[in-house]
C-alpha cells in the first residue's frame, strides 16, 4: 500500500476492484485512491488528472482484463449530519444506510433508497429514483467538483434534474456532497413504507446479495424496457456465466464468475431483439470502466455503451 505523501491518502497499486462492484465481475486497478475527506479528494484529482471516480461500482460494468489509469473510490467519504430536518450526507454514503439513518429520526424522503445498491454521489449525478420518489425531490444544494472550477456549490434549480440525468454528466461534475431537507412524519410510518418497498424489491428487482448492476437499460418515453424485453422472451436469454434475472427482464445477473466480455454480449441479444421486433434502440443505464479486447469494443460501439 503507497500513500501520497501530502494528505496521506490511501492508495493501493494493482488493486483488484471486482468485490468491490455490484456485478461482481473487475480485474485490476492501476492505481486506486481511498479519500476520506473533500480535501483528500482533491489532492488525488489534482495529481491524477485523468482518474475516474465511483462510489458504489453499482451501475457500472469493469472490464475483467482491468484499467490500466487511476480510480478515486469515494466510498470512505461517508459522513452524515442532521440538523433538525436538515441532512447533509457525503458522496460515499450508501443508500440504505442513509434511509435508515434518517428515518431513525422520524424524517421523511429517503424511503425509496432501503433497496438502493449505489451511494449518494451516484444517486444525485443520476437523479435515482423509486415507488414515486426521486433523490432530487427534498435535495437543496450540493458540494461539486470540476477540474476547471475546483470545489462549488449548486441549487437543486441549477443542476437540471430529469428522468435518470442531471447537468452532471454533461458536464463531467462530481458529486461530493448533497444537502436536503426531509419532512417530519412519525417514524412508525416510515417504516412502514421502507418495508413495503423491500418486499416490492424483492419481487421486481434481485437481492442486493445476487451479483447485478441495476436496470440495464432506461425506459424508453412512455414505455418500460422490462415489458419490452420480457416480451421478447429475454427472461430465458443466457451468455456464459450471465443470465437475465427470471422475475425481471431488465436485470442481468452474475451467476458463474461470468466475465465483462459475457455481459455485453448479453446485452447485445437484449438490444437487437427488441429493435427487430419493435425498431426501439434501448440505451443503456451500464457504463463502463477499463481495458476492451477487439470483441469489447465492437459491442460497446453498438449498444452505445459509455
Known sequence: MMRLSALQVECVENFNVKNLTSLKIGGAVARCYFPKSVDEFVEVAQNEGEAKIFGNFSNTLVSSDGYDGAVIVTSKMDGIKI?????????????????????????????????????????VFMNASAHGQCISDKLVKVV?????????????????????????????????GAEFVLDKKNPDEIQKKMSENLEFRKSHQPSLALPNCGSVFRNPEGNSAGKLLESIGAKEFSQGGVKVWENHANFIVNTQNATSEQVLGLMLKMFDGVKKRYNIELQPEVRYLGNKNENEVRLCGILNVK
Open 83 to 123: 440538523d433538525g430536518t436538515k441532512v447533509f450526507a457525503e458522496c460515499g454514503v450508501k443508500g440504505p444506510k442513509l434511509s435508515q439513518t434518517v428515518a431513525k429520526q422520524g424524517l421523511s424522503g429517503f424511503e425509496f433508497m432501503i433497496g438502493f445498491p449505489g451511494s449518494v454521489g451516484g444517486n
Open 144 to 176: 461539486c467538483f470540476s477540474k476547471e472550477k475546483g470545489v462549488f456549490e449548486l441549487t437543486k434549480e441549477e443542476m437540471g434534474f430529469d428522468y435518470r440525468t442531471s447537468r452532471c454528466q454533461a458536464e463531467s461534475i462530481v458529486i461530493l
